[in-house]
Nanobody, 124 residues
Framework: QVQLVESGGGLVQAGGSLRLSCAAS????????MGWFRQAPGKEREFVAA????????AYADSVKGRFTISRDNAKNTVYLQMNSLKPEDTAVYYC?????????????????WGQGTQVTVSS
């Protein structure tokens, strides 16, 4: 069983920054890709960013490219999402997920464990 615990969400003004963290336990962290997804009220869950198990390859949604950075620390079993230049449209619940192999993956069905989510609210 894998457990994922996200943290770092909150309320920030437009243009501000937040760093999300996701701590994993119950699996050899470095063996799996990791991803971040988000879901806004009334909308479907959407891909944000992903990172390969080694950390050498990353992928981003076009809407966050250049503003968000995904990284991982395999020694700490933690994946991060640095979010800069935040916009009101970034408001959502953000979820981290464990992938099924090397990665990075953009499709949600390639992830088999999910965290409980952390709320990010960006005010205008």
């Amino acid at each position: 069983q894998v457990q994922l615990v996200e943290s770092g969400g909150g309320l920030v003004q437009a243009g501000g920054s937040l760093r999300l963290s996701c701590a994993a336990s119950g699996r050899t962290f470095s063996n799996y890709a990791m991803g971040w997804f988000r879901q806004a009220p009334g909308k479907e869950r959407e891909f944000v960013a992903a990172i390969s198990r080694s950390g050498g390859n990353t992928a981003y949604a076009d809407s966050v490219k250049g503003r968000f950075t995904i990284s991982r620390d395999n020694a700490k079993n933690t994946v991060y999402l640095q979010m800069n230049s935040l916009k009101p449209e970034d408001t959502a619940v953000y979820y981290c997920a464990v992938g099924q192999g090397f990665g990075p993956y953009r499709k949600w069905h390639l992830y088999d464990y999910w965290g409980q989510g952390t709320q990010v609210t960006v005010s205008s």
